[in-house]
């Protein structure tokens, strides 16, 4: 099984819904992460969190929002979807407190909103 | 604010040869690292490479080394024999290693094509 898992994996929605992207870890880190990958544009954090009642805003992070349900599972959703908000979404998590340590990712949720 | 370039949107190169990915960066910071991300189609993200800016010598992985030249603020991917499984989008980052957020700043990617 992966460490990090994103559900779902694909997903189309319409404009003005509300949609929850889901991670879970399994590797016990403190720090989890989303991110949204656009073409030409790298990856830009949207929220991330260090513990469960630690939760920060990131470049990006208008109409989104979050939550770290617990240690091993952090959400992003998406109140009312709109067409620019067509990405692919990247979970990731680290251990330890170094500039150094390993970012591990999810294998990402690919979002349409139509 | 640092930011990460990466000027080849696109590189390919013959099965068996070397190639060289470019990035350089912009910070005012002294304390930094630097990694090279690899994302085949499965979309993983996979580390390659890192770097410390404090370390003068050249981080080595196998088949990939990277030429860190810090006064440059340059930090370019060399992947040696290439195989074809080596064909992705490979992505640069950089780590301050002053900010408690410990953010990773991001690169827009080169596709690497390797021709058989």
Known sequence: DADVTQTPRNRITKTGKRIMLECSQTKGHDRMYWYRQDPGLGLRLIYYSFDVKDINKGEISD???????????????????????????????????GADTEAFFGQ???LTVV | AQTVTQSQPEM?????????????????????????????????MILVIRQEAYKQQNATENRFSVNFQKAAKSFSLKISDSQLGDAAMYFCAYRSAEDSNYQLIWGAGTKLIIKP
Request: some cysteine; aromatic content about 14%; charged content about 15%.
């Open chain 1, 108 to 110: 990402g949720t690919r």
């Open chain 2, 12 to 44: 390919s190169v013959q099965e068996a040869e070397t190639v060289t990915l470019s990035c350089t960066y912009d910070t005012s910071e002294s304390d930094y690292y630097l990694f090279w991300y690899k994302q085949p189609p499965s979309r993983q």
């Open chain 1, 63 to 97: 109409g989104y929002s979050v939550s770290r349900q617990a240690q091993a599972k952090f959400s992003l959703s998406l109140e009312s979807a709109i067409p620019n908000q067509t990405a692919l979404y990247f979970c990731a998590t680290r251990g330890g407190t």
